[in-house]
């Protein structure tokens, strides 16, 4: 039964069916043929109760605050501001666009977004500089995964809607992986610049960095709002996804006037497309999930590749490579509805803490983003730079080692995760 239906969906994805049609076609066939005595009408429940979670309106509101902010000006400004920090060092160029990738990914939660929004002026300023195109775009590409680590992040909240863990301790937890990741990329650059003698940018002065940060500052309001809300008790982070929407609202339209009030209902309709292929895709994985617990095949998979007595090392290990593989080929949130329910009980059971867990499911879903042969963001960059695939795929090598040995120190440290705990104290809830 479990490689029928693994074989029925990897045929039905080569024959380039989409993923929603793979996941009902799959879920309906099951039930057919090896549950004929459940009611279809069950399965179409299923389809609605998947998408009707409170924890789930703050996606398509963080979704919303983010096509704001990339219509505005606050990826120009973030990345004058980090330019005149740290440009001048050796490296510098590199570790810029590292850094106001991380930072407007805490802004916009979105990989896709921080790519559209500053991967052509980093871009620009790099070829200026000396860098080579294939390694600036594999930086930008890698860089820009962190936004999935850094909240707000719709993996975290859809695997804290399906877990019920706290979707603000998951926010809180992805902040230090992703620095993580974000200090190796930044060390790569400076050996790099070093290695192939790139130059440096002229130093800003102090009175250019002050006038940089009074400009950008308003922008820092995105973290703040949405860490500090949650842990200080606030609001929940479905209330500080509304709060994002108004922030946004009035930073680019009241404030900075970048975008018009008549904008607003062309960056909706945008918001609602794009909500529309995530809940469907939402819809379609919790009910596949629900028919593969029922027919047990989480049971039998795990009976397969798992030993009767597993470690947390040999759980982590299985785990992270099956959510990898699967992210690489299909979307993680889809990935994440169908293995979750397979791994997380027996993680759970081995001692292993449930945010420990999301967080690394969360680094499975960056690496996927990134990764050949389907990363969304490889798509994603050769769109927005009109370059080829394989063009946009010569840098990213380096990126991806540095991704995939903090994914194994975190997974022979899940403990590195779980410090935030040390810092924040208890969680503020979900």
């Not at 693994?6 to 309906?28: D, E, H, K, R, W």
Request: net charge neutral.
């Amino acid at each position: 039964m479990v490689w029928l239906v693994i074989g029925l969906l990897f045929v039905m994805l080569f024959m380039n069916f989409s993923i929603m049609v793979c996941l009902l076609v799959s879920g309906l066939l099951m039930v057919f043929i090896f549950a004929p005595d459940i009611n279809l009408v069950v399965f179409v429940q299923q389809l609605s109760s998947s998408v009707e979670s409170y924890v789930l309106l703050a996606i398509p509101m963080f979704i919303f605050s983010a096509d704001i902010i990339v219509q505005g000006r606050t990826a120009n400004r973030l990345l004058d501001f980090v330019n005149d920090l740290f440009g001048h060092i050796r490296g510098g160029t590199g570790i810029v666009a590292a850094a106001t990738s991380t930072i407007f990914g805490s802004v916009s939660g979105s990989s896709q977004a921080t790519i559209a929004a500053i991967g052509s002026p980093i871009r620009k300023r790099a070829l200026e500089y000396g860098y080579k195109d294939s390694h600036i775009i594999g930086l930008i590409i890698n860089s820009a995964g962190i936004a999935i680590l850094i909240p707000p992040s719709i993996v975290m909240i859809y695997y804290g809607m399906i877990t019920g863990t706290s979707v603000g301790d998951m926010f809180v937890a992805g902040v230090i992986p992703g620095l993580m990741i974000f200090l190796g990329f930044s060390i790569w650059e400076y050996i790099t610049a070093v290695r192939q003698d790139i130059p440096v940018e002229p130093k800003a002065s102090w009175k250019q960095r002050w006038t940089s940060f009074k400009a950008a500052i308003l922008t820092f309001g995105f973290p703040i709002l949405i860490l500090g809300g949650i842990y200080s008790g606030m609001f929940s982070p479905t209330e500080a996804a509304a709060f994002a929407v108004l922030y946004a609202f009035i930073l680019e339209v009241l404030v900075f006037r970048s975008v018009h009030v008549k904008d607003i209902y062309h960056i909706a309709v945008s918001t609602g497309v794009v909500t529309s292929i995530v809940f469907i895709l939402l819809a379609a994985g919790g009910a596949f999930s629900w028919i593969i617990s029922y027919l047990r095949i989480p049971q039998q998979i795990t009976e397969t590749v798992l030993s009767s007595d597993p470690s947390q090392l040999e759980v982590l290990l299985i785990m992270s490579l099956f959510f990898l593989v699967s992210c690489m080929f299909v979307d993680s949130l889809v990935a994440i509805a169908i293995l979750t329910p397979i791994f997380f009980p027996i993680a759970v059971t081995t001692g292993i803490d449930p945010v420990a867990i999301g967080i690394l499911i969360t680094m499975q879903a960056t690496l996927g983003t990134v990764t050949p042969p389907f990363g969304v963001n490889i798509f994603t960059a050769s769109a927005i730079f009109k370059k080829p695939y394989f063009d946009v795929v010569k840098g990213i090598v380096p990126y991806i080692l540095i991704f995939l040995a903090i994914n194994m120190l975190l997974i022979l440290y899940p403990d590195i995760i779980m410090v935030y705990q040390d810092i924040f104290g208890t969680s503020k809830g979900g």
